[in-house]
């Protein structure tokens, strides 16, 4: 995933438009879609053959918030943010993180214009993602924030029902937060 | 001409000063102690003069940076460190940073400024959680009105290592009560036998005839776990060839790998890990016992040679050396007289409490073998460290959080019990929607050690 996404980067010097493509390269939209679309894929992925599976199916190992301690697997969300993590560690010109409006760590709160822009828009639109530059620092940004929406009965039930989350009611489909990339420019 | 020979002359003393600056600070010269810039934290002072253990390469905070973690990466990394480097290079962020860059080590922990150092060699303020959880009092009712600089509090939050003091950890230890009912310690799987050695006698002894032998020596090795492993005379005092009365750290490192890797990582044995001569405790900042003031640390200080008594290795040793406050109590102290119930044999086996109980712990493996931590420091500081890998085994989590929040207690070696009440568990728990149920809260416990404007629930 890494190669790709260092290789359009690249391409991001000459490009003027978010959307539109520079010659021989990609925008930096279609570089965040596309680094999306792995996020998701993966998560689903992970969240279906490995968690729904070993846990739900097979009955073989819990899925655990405190997964060290409990010698269990990492919540979906958690594998993300892992990999966010290591990542960030990379310092490859690409960050991502799961932010809510809703979050069980006020840490993820938005924090940036551009992120409480982007989530009141995701949450307005479910079916559309958010765009936007700023500048954090001294290096300008391409943001993107995509919905992220509750999809199995766990995310909701664990939502609802963690004594640090500040919304119970969350309901299967609906918007819990975004996923925010941010792509060095 | 003249304005030449200036030249020349300012030429040659530069070069001159150069080289011997050069040659100082690469220690082919002189004493370093002329380059020290301020005196260094207690957990650097026994190392100030190896300069290039921290600035290798010279110069710049990301090599310091580097330097730091090359030393400590793997205990953070072990510690699964609450605030690593990649939270700050996260574009979110990025605006904090003015206040204070903490992408970087050496932003918390300046180096060579003693007036401003404090515990743990951190140099920020007391409050500094503050510039980033402000608004801590939105999140958690119990936590509206604290003064930011208690957060650091013993039984509380720390910067790096929150292992024994995460929310849900304090509610699955709640209602816990001082003493545990102890379990046996597991049995230790024994260190593998080298192929092809057996058992040696002392009519096996390999010492060269030159070599003149005590008494007790040659009986003391035929009983110890090196004959029984068949570690001859020559495996320690020639495993190169060459005979040495003297054994080296590293040669009982040949063996004892972790052991050694442990020792060099802590107080007793970092100068030499680090090719400088071994520490003595007269250079301790720790009181110490004046008879021992001299003496070279190595294996042999606290195991002795050829008996290798762990006993006396777990406490005399100790005591040897060390004079503090604490160390001093030991012997009328409560744990002190667990071990002696348990020499006595009117204790179970394991229920005894040494200064090597806490301070060099038993680390059972995955592969069920136990060895022994042989860096004191590890689970030192902060003390918080030490509840799961010490205080667990025999006390609950209320207790041993508000023992080691009590200075006096530590003082004394716990000798009365702890005379305040830090309200981790009961906030965890109230947050949790669950009611406080810790024997402290519920024999009215001792004032609260945490400043507030409003009550803790």
């Given at each position: 995933?890494l190669?790709?996404t260092?290789?359009?980067?690249?391409?991001?010097v000459?490009?003027?438009?978010?959307?539109?493509?520079?010659a021989?390269?990609?925008?930096?939209?279609?570089?965040?879609?596309?680094?999306?679309?792995?996020l998701?894929?993966?998560?689903?992925?992970?969240?279906?053959?490995v968690?729904?599976?070993?846990?739900?199916?097979?009955?073989?190992?819990?899925?655990?918030?405190?997964?060290?301690e409990?010698?269990?697997?990492?919540l979906?969300a958690?594998?993300?943010r892992m990999g966010?993590?290591?990542?960030?560690?990379?310092?490859a010109?690409?960050?991502?993180?799961?932010?809510?409006q809703?979050?069980?760590?006020?840490?993820?709160?938005?924090?940036?214009?551009?992120?409480?822009?982007?989530?009141?828009?995701v949450?307005?639109?479910?079916?559309?993602?958010?765009?936007?530059?700023?500048r954090?620092?001294d290096?300008?940004?391409?943001t993107?924030?995509?919905p992220?929406k509750?999809?199995?009965?766990?995310?909701?039930?664990?939502?609802n029902?963690?004594?640090?989350s500040?919304?119970?009611?969350?309901?299967?489909?609906d918007?819990m937060?975004g996923?925010v990339?941010?792509?060095?420019? | 001409m003249?304005r030449?020979?200036?030249?020349?002359?300012?030429?040659?003393?530069?070069?001159?000063?150069?080289?011997?600056?050069?040659?100082?600070?690469?220690?082919k010269?002189?004493?370093?102690?002329?380059?020290?810039?301020?005196?260094?934290?207690d957990?650097?002072?026994?190392?100030?003069l190896?300069?290039?253990?921290?600035?290798?390469?010279?110069g710049?905070?990301?090599a310091?940076?580097a330097?730091?973690?090359?030393?400590?990466?793997?205990?953070?990394?072990?510690?699964?460190?609450?605030?690593?480097?990649?939270?700050?290079?996260?574009?979110?962020?990025?605006?904090r940073?003015?206040?204070?860059?903490a992408?970087?080590?050496?932003?918390?922990?300046?180096?060579?400024?003693?007036?401003?150092?404090r515990?743990?060699g951190?140099t920020?303020?007391?409050?500094?959680?503050?510039?980033?959880?402000?608004?801590?009092g939105?999140e958690?009712?119990?936590?509206a009105?604290?003064d930011?600089?208690?957060?650091?509090?013993?039984?509380?939050?720390?910067?790096?290592?929150?292992?024994?003091?995460?929310?849900?950890?304090?509610?699955?230890?709640?209602?816990?009560?001082?003493?545990?009912a102890?379990?046996?310690?597991?049995?230790?799987?024994?260190?593998?036998?080298?192929?092809?050695?057996?058992?040696?006698?002392?009519?096996?002894?390999?010492?060269?005839?030159?070599?003149?032998l005590?008494?007790?020596?040659?009986?003391?090795?035929?009983?110890?776990?090196?004959?029984?492993?068949?570690?001859?005379?020559s495996g320690?005092?020639a495993?190169?060839?060459?005979?040495?009365?003297?054994?080296?750290?590293?040669?009982?490192?040949?063996?004892?790998?972790g052991?050694r890797?442990?020792?060099?990582s802590g107080?007793h044995?970092m100068?030499?890990g680090?090719?400088?001569?071994?520490?003595r405790?007269?250079?301790?900042?720790?009181?110490?016992?004046?008879a021992a003031s001299?003496?070279?640390?190595?294996?042999?200080?606290?195991?002795?040679?050829?008996?290798?008594?762990?006993?006396a290795a777990?406490?005399?040793?100790?005591?040897?050396?060390?004079?503090?406050?604490?160390?001093?109590?030991y012997e009328?102290?409560?744990?002190?007289?667990a071990?002696?119930?348990e020499?006595d044999?009117?204790?179970?086996?394991?229920?005894?409490?040494?200064c090597?109980?806490c301070?060099?712990?038993?680390?059972?493996?995955?592969?069920?073998?136990?060895?022994v931590?042989h860096?004191?420091?590890?689970?030192?500081?902060?003390?918080e460290?030490?509840?799961?890998s010490?205080?667990?085994d025999?006390?609950?989590?209320?207790?041993?959080?508000?023992?080691?929040?009590?200075?006096?207690?530590?003082q004394?070696?716990?000798?009365?019990?702890?005379?305040?009440?830090?309200p981790?568990i009961?906030?965890?728990?109230?947050?949790?929607?669950?009611?406080?149920?810790?024997?402290?809260a519920?024999?009215e416990?001792?004032?609260t050690?945490?400043?507030?404007s409003?009550?803790?629930?």
């Amino acid at each position: 995933m890494l190669l790709p996404t260092a290789l359009a980067l690249a391409s991001l010097v000459a490009c003027k438009s978010a959307s539109s493509s520079p010659a021989g390269g990609v925008s930096p939209q279609q570089l965040a879609d596309a680094v999306h679309a792995v996020l998701e894929s993966d998560r689903a992925v992970y969240t279906r053959e490995v968690v729904n599976r070993l846990q739900n199916e097979l009955g073989v190992i819990k899925a655990s918030e405190h997964w060290k301690e409990d010698k269990a697997l990492p919540l979906p969300a958690q594998m993300f943010r892992m990999g966010a993590d290591l990542t960030a560690q990379k310092e490859a010109g690409v960050h991502y993180a799961l932010l809510s409006q809703w979050p069980i760590s006020r840490q993820n709160l938005p924090r940036t214009d551009v992120e409480k822009g982007g989530l009141a828009f995701v949450v307005e639109n479910p079916t559309q993602n958010y765009y936007g530059s700023e500048r954090l620092g001294d290096t300008n940004y391409f943001t993107a924030v995509y919905p992220d929406k509750a999809i199995a009965p766990a995310c909701v039930q664990c939502h609802n029902q963690h004594a640090s989350s500040p919304r119970h009611d969350f309901a299967l489909g609906d918007v819990m937060g975004g996923v925010v990339i941010r792509l060095a420019q | 001409m003249r304005r030449l020979a200036a030249v020349k002359t300012w030429s040659l003393l530069s070069v001159t000063a150069l080289a011997g600056l050069g040659a100082l600070v690469s220690g082919k010269a002189g004493d370093r102690t002329l380059l020290v810039p301020g005196a260094t934290s207690d957990g650097h002072h026994q190392i100030e003069l190896a300069c290039d253990a921290c600035h290798s390469p010279f110069g710049g905070s990301a090599a310091l940076d580097a330097s730091c973690t090359r030393c400590h990466g793997a205990e953070l990394a072990a510690a699964d460190d609450t605030h690593p480097r990649r939270i700050f290079t996260d574009p979110r962020n990025a605006m904090r940073l003015a206040q204070l860059d903490a992408r970087r080590c050496v932003s918390c922990h300046r180096e060579h400024w003693p007036e401003g150092t404090r515990e743990m060699g951190v140099t920020v303020a007391e409050d500094q959680c503050a510039f980033c959880h402000d608004d801590i009092g939105h999140e958690r009712a119990s936590h509206a009105g604290l003064d930011a600089a208690s957060c650091t509090d013993t039984g509380c939050h720390k910067y790096h290592d929150n292992r024994s003091t995460y929310e849900e950890f304090l509610v699955s230890h709640a209602g816990e009560p001082p003493l545990l009912a102890r379990a046996a310690p597991a049995p230790s799987v024994p260190r593998a036998p080298t192929p092809g050695r057996t058992p040696l006698t002392a009519a096996n002894a390999d010492a060269p005839d030159s070599v003149e032998l005590e008494s007790s020596e040659l009986s003391d090795w035929a009983e110890s776990a090196h004959a029984a492993g068949g570690v001859n005379c020559s495996g320690c005092h020639a495993p190169e060839g060459r005979w040495s009365n003297a054994v080296s750290v590293d040669a009982c490192g040949r063996c004892h790998t972790g052991e050694r890797a442990g020792w060099v990582s802590g107080k007793h044995g970092m100068r030499v890990g680090l090719g400088l001569s071994p520490m003595r405790p007269a250079s301790a900042r720790e009181p110490m016992q004046a008879a021992a003031s001299e003496a070279e640390l190595g294996c042999n200080s606290c195991h002795g040679s050829h008996r290798f008594d762990r006993r006396a290795a777990a406490v005399e040793s100790c005591l040897g050396c060390h004079a503090d406050t604490h160390s001093l109590a030991y012997e009328a102290s409560p744990h002190a007289r667990a071990l002696r119930a348990e020499l006595d044999g009117q204790a179970p086996v394991g229920s005894g409490v040494s200064c090597a109980t806490c301070h060099l712990p038993r680390v059972t493996h995955a592969t069920g073998q136990r060895t022994v931590e042989h860096n004191q420091n590890a689970n030192l500081r902060p003390s918080e460290k030490m509840l799961r890998s010490v205080c667990l085994d025999c006390h609950g989590l209320a207790f041993a959080i508000d023992s080691l929040a009590d200075a006096a207690s530590i003082q004394n070696n716990f000798a009365s019990p702890p005379a305040q009440h830090v309200p981790s568990i009961d906030w965890a728990l109230a947050h949790a929607g669950r009611s406080p149920s810790i024997p402290g809260a519920e024999h009215e416990p001792p004032s609260t050690t945490r400043s507030s404007s409003t009550p803790p629930l």
